[in-house]
């Protein structure tokens, strides 16, 4: 898979985010979570890198098989719904 801008923003965002497991980044990009953590060394500077890395590192939430929830997650109910990376205007 070539990985356009947009996807290579996508998949940086979706590792950053606490609660996006790498199996949501594999079934969507078909990334497995070493070439996940490849990507983010190559595009990332080296001190977000290590701060990413930090993060991450044994974040049940990053791991779907560490998680204690099944299904689902917190959402705010002031969070506005997103639609194709886009934020809805209410």
């Known amino acids: 898979m070539i990985l356009t801008d947009r996807n290579l923003d996508r998949i940086i965002e979706m590792a950053?985010?606490?609660?996006?497991?790498?199996?949501a980044i594999r079934?969507?990009?078909?990334?497995?979570?070493?070439?996940?953590?490849?990507?983010m060394r190559k595009e990332l500077k080296p001190k977000s890198f290590r701060l990413?890395?930090?993060?991450?590192q044994g974040r049940k939430t990053k791991h779907?098989?560490?998680r204690?929830?099944?299904?689902?997650?917190?959402?705010c109910s002031r969070q506005?719904?997103?639609t194709h990376n886009s934020i809805s205007k209410r």
């Open 80 to 82: 506005r719904h997103i």
């Open 68 to 75: 204690d929830f099944g299904s689902g997650r917190f959402k």
């Open 52 to 56: 990413w890395r930090t993060r991450v």
């Open 27 to 39: 079934w969507q990009f078909n990334l497995k979570e070493q070439e996940v953590i490849e990507l």
């Open 16 to 23: 950053w985010e606490d609660r996006t497991p790498f199996d």
């Open 64 to 66: 779907q098989k560490l």
